[in-house]
């Protein structure tokens, strides 16, 4: 562990070097050979990391920003594919896979349109070719819907991992890309600017726009892949539309697989419960006092069946960790993020299982001291029914000291 700790803290190191270098004047060509052997076996997402980390020691951002066009010179060649079961980058609807087709319809607008027209320009500066440019340049400035969903949908999921400062270097980008882009519509609009001038900018904007395309697809994504769970890319999708899409619109919603607990529970052989009384072993309830007296507790439950199912979960005024109606029928897997899905397994299965009757965790969540406890449910044969999830805020419970005996004022 120390080793790689070291190691870790010497690419950052390096990498923090390498940025003074291009900030006094180095080219890209003159950094790139360093930075390909620093980030030899280093995974996209773990470089990010270390981006990140040298914005939080106040590192200004721009200056993070000079690396990416070190990174589109040398990735291409240093970033492994990342494969995994049901590609979400092949699932029509899903925000990965409406990106990506977004991104092959900017392709082809740019090498298709755009660059033939250019060549013509260069050659012959006649109204109609202005005019033809103008108009493929507007519709390729449709990428600022593209850019829009990915900084306002996407980059604040990622916030909340802490991933921080690969999305601000990226959204500056976006914005010089923007620029770049209105530029070259005023540039073309105006009859007496010079074409040279007009096509070397509009050269120069083209290729910009691919390596962000480039950088989207071989950093952003994978890295929001393996960090996002399923449920909070359920939410990017249903609020997608409402920012508009750039040159592509996905033809179908995409929905994440899910069982109808209704129709479970009568295949299992069980009547649900209605509105009336449920009767206990210790006691009636009805179902609304029992709803309230569940949410009333300040604590956050949620009940996941025998078959991996989350079949309910409380809902208090102030949950830890928020949870949706969406969440109702999904694999529990498929509602944690994927780098810790691995441990939710283990537990259920060890619980499941009989190894263990119960497994505790205790994190710190910025002001929040969390107690996340795991419980297995079993009837009283002892048969596993499920497994309770118990999370609870326990930072004001460690601060009590001494003894209250009198009411509150």
Not at 308 to 329: D, M, N, Q
């Amino acid at each position: 562990m120390s080793e790689y700790i070291n190691n870790r803290e010497y690419r950052q190191r390096v990498l923090k070097e390498l940025i003074m270098e291009l900030h006094d004047g180095k080219t890209v060509e003159e950094v790139k050979e360093r930075f390909a052997k620093l980030i030899e076996g280093v995974s996209a997402t773990e470089i990010s990391a270390m981006e990140n980390e040298l914005i939080k020691e106040g590192l200004p951002i721009t200056e993070v920003q000079r690396l990416c066009d070190v990174h589109a010179a040398v990735f291409k060649g240093t970033i492994e594919e990342i494969h995994m079961p049901d590609d979400p980058a092949k699932i029509p609807g899903h925000p990965i896979h409406t990106f990506i087709m977004e991104n092959r319809a900017l392709e082809r607008l740019m090498d298709k349109t755009i660059k033939p027209l250019l060549i013509e320009f260069e050659e012959n500066d006649r109204p109609s070719i202005r005019q033809s440019l103008i108009e493929e340049f507007t519709k390729l400035y449709e990428i600022d819907k593209h850019y829009i969903r990915k900084e306002n949908l996407l980059f604040p999921f990622l916030e909340k991992y802490e991933i921080t400062g690969p999305p601000k270097v990226m959204w500056g980008v976006d914005d010089e890309i923007r620029e770049d882009l209105k530029n070259i519509l005023s540039l073309l609009k105006d009859n007496g600017n010079d074409r040279k001038e007009i096509t070397t900018k509009a050269y120069a904007a083209i290729e910009r726009v691919n390596e962000m395309i480039f950088k989207e697809e071989s950093i952003l994504l994978p890295m929001a892949k393996d960090t996002l769970s399923e449920d909070e890319w359920l939410k990017i999708g249903k609020e997608s539309h409402d920012l508009g899409y750039c040159l592509y619109e996905p033809k179908k919603e995409w929905k994440p697989v899910r069982v109808n607990i209704e129709e479970k529970t009568k295949q299992d052989g069980e009547t649900p419960t209605g509105d009336g009384y449920i009767n206990f072993e210790t006691g009636i309830l009805k179902k609304d006092e029992l709803e309230a007296m569940l949410n009333t507790l300040p604590v956050d439950i949620t009940f996941v069946d025998k078959d991996g199912l989350v079949k309910y979960f409380s809902h208090g005024p102030e949950r830890i960790f928020p949870r949706t109606k969406a969440v109702i029928g999904r694999e529990v897997g498929n509602c944690h993020p994927p780098a810790s899905v691995h441990i939710v397994e283990k537990i259920v299965e060890d619980l499941k299982n009989g190894v263990k009757d119960h497994e505790d965790f205790w994190i710190k969540m910025g002001d929040k001291f969390t107690l996340i406890r795991y419980f297995a449910v079993r009837d009283q044969e002892g048969n596993f029914l499920g497994t309770l999830e118990f999370t609870q805020n326990i930072g004001p419970i460690q601060e009590i000291k001494g003894e209250k005996r009198l009411l509150s004022e």
